[in-house]
């Protein structure tokens, strides 16, 4: 089992940036590739980027590459996403994954049934 939780959102302006942790807990974290993926009311849940289990190798939608950016400290069992120029469009609950599917390599998951673990989801929220 692995527990999820992740903070650091919030209301803030359009253009403004934001870093969003995910405190990781109850597996070896350094096995995991861990995602972020964010849904807004009345829209499915969408994959933002995801990071490979030694931070090596990262992958981002193209609806946000440029923006985003995901990192992660082993040693913390911590995956953070860092959002810059953000838009009202990107108001939404976003959530951190990990996946179990790839182990050590250098494969990333992308897709919501990869993913076997999901924190409950920090609110942003983006003001014109």
């Known amino acids: 089992q692995v527990q999820l939780v992740e903070s650091g959102g919030g209301l803030v302006q359009a253009g403004a940036s934001l870093r969003l942790s995910c405190a990781a807990s109850?597996?070896?974290?350094?096995?995991?590739?861990m995602g972020w993926f964010r849904q807004a009311p009345g829209k499915e849940r969408e994959f933002l980027g995801a990071i490979n289990w030694s931070g090596g190798h990262s992958v981002y939608a193209d609806s946000v590459k440029g923006r985003l950016t995901i990192s992660r400290d082993n040693a913390k069992n911590m995956v953070y996403l860092q959002a810059n120029r953000l838009k009202p469009e990107d108001t939404a609950v976003y959530y951190c994954a990990a996946s179990t599917r790839y182990g050590s390599s250098w494969l990333i998951p992308s897709r919501l049934y990869e993913y076997d673990y999901w924190g409950q989801g920090t609110q942003v929220t983006v003001s014109s």
């Open positions: 109850g597996r070896t974290f350094s096995s995991l590739a």
